[in-house]
């Protein structure tokens, strides 16, 4: 069974940078599995942040940004604001129709 | 710009099914590459895909699931459904439709399904 790995938490100083990563509990992640990023506050839907690796979706402020760092994606928040403090949930497309998501990122800015 | 809307009970008995519709408004159903997804929350825990649909009527579920979900499309109704069927407490949960492609976007609003007696 194939499980997508993210660290529970993070915290961060308001103007710090944060790397997240989203890997995989056997093999790389690469940009074959087109990793998205995906930001949630209690009680709203989830807001896409980035899709196909690197690519910032409509009105996400350029301080998100993704990459590949080694064996896995990556999301990068520099200078972190107040308002980034939320659920950071990435997913992987495993290809033929699957689709997996990670356990999600706890990031509080403090 | 696409926006859709999670319909159905929020309050479903233990051994039955769960029913929802996702109504999609704003834009086309058919788009090349274009499929659409349930996506599901338990209180106080993560996301977790359910499955996606593509307007053809192909299905993709998630193996741990697969035994109990179906889903089908009417392009004509723009909607498409979610059937979970001999529903337990543990299938509490927000449940999202959402537009996919290899990534989500365009989520819905969600809607609280309550499994209880």
């Known amino acids: 069974q194939t499980v997508v790995t993210q660290e529970p938490s993070f915290s961060v100083s308001p103007g710090e940078t944060v790397t997240l990563t989203c890997g995989l509990t056997s093999g790389s992640v690469s940009s074959s599995y087109y990793p998205s990023w995906y930001q949630q506050t209690p009680g709203h839907s989830p807001r896409t942040l980035i899709y196909n690796t690197n690519t910032r979706s409509s009105g996400v402020p350029d301080r998100f940004s993704g990459s590949i760092l080694g064996s896995k994606a990556a999301l990068t928040i520099t200078g972190a604001q107040a308002d980034d403090e939320s659920d950071y949930y990435c997913l992987l497309y495993m290809g033929s129709g699957l689709w997996v998501l990670g356990g999600g990122t706890k990031v509080t800015v403090l | 710009q696409l926006q859709l809307q999670e319909s159905g009970p929020g309050l479903v008995k233990p051994s039955e099914t769960l029913s929802l519709a996702c109504t999609v408004s704003?834009?086309?159903?058919?788009?090349?590459?274009?499929?659409w997804g349930w996506i599901r929350q338990p209180p106080g825990k993560g996301l977790e895909w359910i499955g996606s649909v593509h307007h053809s009527g192909n299905t993709y579920y998630n193996p741990s699931l697969r035994s109990r979900v179906s889903m089908s499309v009417d392009t004509s109704k723009r909607e498409f459904s979610l059937k979970l069927n001999s529903v337990t407490a543990a299938d509490t949960a927000v449940y999202y439709c959402?537009?996919?492609?290899?990534?989500?976007?365009?989520w819905g609003q969600g809607t609280l399904v309550t499994v209880s007696s």
């Open positions: 959402a537009k996919t492609q290899s990534w989500f976007d365009s």
């Open positions: 704003g834009g086309s159903m058919t788009t090349t590459g274009y499929y």
